[in-house]
């Protein structure tokens, strides 16, 4: 097996992460019906300043290279964007709103800022008792509302696997910060809720979402990114721990992530990416969701849940990400925000365009490329 050039992913690796600082909101001028939500066009997705998932998403990233690289590179870029965003003040609380402040939680291990922790305290305890809850007391994917930055879309008794990156990894790692009990088991309770209603037990894959309304997975449509979360997501949530996960719930997730990664395996395509809707060839290939899956399937191998079989499969992704990196750092080929889709056609019309999580997933990509 060919080993990959670590020269050639640190270089790429350097261009994305300083396209993605300076990552502009987009002046793209087309027509009214190309921008409309319905393929995916959310002014709020596109740059590095405003405070939601995309941007959160690449905070992240920053964090998770600034501990590989064991320096503080990003540090004053960090608390910049933290201290503009909250003085400009904070759009609405929402699960997608939620995700800047996992990188913020680890940021502030060498802050030490009492404004930053207490953001985080409060906005924890506000997940606890004020987001709303479908059924069986799932959180609700409440979204921001698109050109509302204080208002929300409450996608009523709706889950969507989303979740798990952008909410329930924060509130269990301030439950692990803070010896909240109570926190932790909240976090349990949503993996395994989002666990239970988007597993696909045929194909080992996962839906976008379920409704407890309609009591379905809306089009049943195994979207990438979505199972993407879940990919990289739940080793993030199960690494937190550093050994003290309850076993039986760490049994379950394990094998439902080796079942994941094993049905996506067979849908990778020759380029080494895979398509929107994973199993539909015909849907275009798209690299946020890829760099996502081949950075989970790197960091199983590391932690040892996953054998190095594996690793030609992760490898050839790693090669078709470098691939649709451009010479100025912008990943290409990534998919816009996707809402809910009823059938295959809606995840396929989302148009490519760049965006912070697309920089920011190949990022994570990238950086496991250099542990493994």
Not at 217 to 236: A, D, K, M, P
């Amino acid at each position: 097996m060919q080993k990959l050039d670590q020269n050639a992913i640190k270089e790429k690796l350097s261009l994305v992460v300083d396209k993605l600082i300076n990552l502009d909101k987009t002046n793209d001028e087309t027509t009214i019906e190309e921008r409309s939500e319905a393929v995916g066009y959310f002014k709020r997705d596109f740059g590095i300043k405003e405070w939601d998932w995309p941007q959160g998403i690449g905070l992240y990233g920053l964090i998770k290279l600034q501990k590989i690289q064991g320096n503080e590179d990003y540090k004053e870029f960090l608390i910049h964007w933290y201290k503009e965003n909250m003085e400009l003040g904070l759009p609405s609380r929402n699960i997608n709103t939620t995700a800047p402040l996992l990188a913020l939680v680890d940021l502030n291990e060498s802050v030490k800022d009492r404004e930053f922790e207490s953001l985080c305290l409060d906005w924890a305890k506000w997940l606890m008792k004020c987001l709303p809850k479908t059924e069986e007391g799932g959180f609700q994917h409440v979204t921001s509302a698109n050109g509302d930055r204080l208002g929300v879309r409450l996608n009523e008794n709706e889950m969507w696997i989303d979740t798990l990156f952008m909410t329930v990894l924060f509130l269990n790692k301030m439950g692990l910060k803070y010896n909240r009990q109570d926190w932790i088991d909240e976090a349990y309770h949503q993996v395994l809720m989002h666990i239970k209603y988007l597993y696909d037990k045929k194909t080992g894959l996962f839906y976008h979402g379920w409704t407890f309304n309609e009591r379905n997975n809306f089009g049943g449509v195994f979207w990438c990114r979505g199972n993407s979360w879940f990919t990289v997501g739940i080793l993030e949530y199960m690494e937190m721990f550093k050994g003290t996960m309850n076993s039986g719930i760490r049994q379950l997730v394990t094998e439902t992530y080796k079942a994941q990664v094993h049905a996506l395996l067979k849908l990778q395509s020759k380029s080494g990416l895979w398509h929107t809707v994973l199993d539909d060839a015909d849907s275009y290939e798209e690299v946020s969701g890829s760099a996502a899956i081949a950075a989970g399937i790197l960091k199983g191998i590391k932690m040892g849940i996953l054998d190095d079989t594996y690793l030609e499969c992760a490898h050839t992704a790693v090669r078709g990400i470098l691939k649709n990196i451009d010479a100025d750092g912008t990943v290409l080929h990534v998919s816009g925000g996707t809402g809910m889709g009823y059938d295959k056609e809606h995840y396929k019309n989302i148009l490519v365009a760049p965006m912070a999580y697309g920089q920011s997933l190949a990022i994570l990509a990238l950086c496991e490329a250099l542990e493994v």
